[in-house]
């Protein structure tokens, strides 16, 4: 009975050796997402520093990455641009790499955002992908990402809260794509989960907006 107990004392300790980005940094991420160029280094510094001191996990390299992305962004001279842009694509296919391998079943996996950190990696990974101009050549990586995330039985299941900003992002890669149909087929997918959610009902004027 001992040795069980220790032998499940030394798994936890080990599964919390390398933690997830915890919600706080994620939030300022967002916020340096959606445009707040003084978060950006700020969130770079803190991932970097969780990596040192924690190690390297799929959620923690792909926010990493796509920061690093947001840092092209921000850079005056293009060359810096693209310098930033690359190194955050080989970040994420490093993360990306690392979810592959991954053998935690969804139940046991650290929660963040509302999802397990494997479905919020993925959707982080298509939505980067997805917002870059074309010349970087990673759109219908991200296209392709989204296609399978939400046809995933696994990622329906999650509350309905927790996914409705992946279809809308999801959606709006549909419409850059020039693919209506799709669009409206995530936003009809929407509807038949939470018609009222004031997110179905911003996925369904988009759709029709670009049938």
Known sequence: MKTTHYLSLCLLTGAQAIAAPSDALIERYNQAAQGDKDKVDIVYNQLQNQIEHQGSDALTLVYLGSTQTL???DAFLPWNKMKHVEQGLGTIAKGLGLLSDKTT???LQEIRQGLPEAVLAKAIAANT???LPDM???FERGYDL???LLSDVDFIAQPFDAI?????YAIQAAIRAEDPKQAQLWAN???AINPSHPM???ALAMANNAA
């Open 136 to 138: 970087f050549n990673h």
């Open 71 to 73: 840092m092209g962004r």
């Open 105 to 107: 079943p969804l139940p």
């Open 164 to 168: 409705s900003w992946v279809f809308i």
């Open 129 to 131: 992908y997805t917002s």
């Open 189 to 191: 997918q929407m509807a």
């Open 200 to 202: 179905t009902l911003q």
């Open 146 to 148: 989204y296609m399978d």
